[in-house]
């Protein structure tokens, strides 16, 4: 279960972080996410923020 988890909350991460990437760089042309540069951001910092709480939780809740 806690490996699942884990694995889940990587995949998670991961994608957040491609679509950071995509909005803040020019690879696809007429970008739609281009426009929304700040809250794709704000978005990214949020989802990790929440990751590392749902994380150190996790982990503190089996010592």
Known sequence: MK???LII???IWVFSLL???IAL???I???PLQEYKLIVG???ILITS???FAYN???NKHR
Do not use: E, M
């Open 3 to 5: 490996n699942t988890a």
């Open 9 to 11: 909350i990587v995949f």
């Open 19 to 21: 679509l950071l990437i």
């Open 25 to 27: 760089t020019n690879v």
């Open 29 to 31: 042309p007429g970008n």
């Open 42 to 44: 704000i978005g990214f």
């Open 50 to 52: 929440g990751l590392k």
């Open 57 to 59: 939780k996790a982990k």
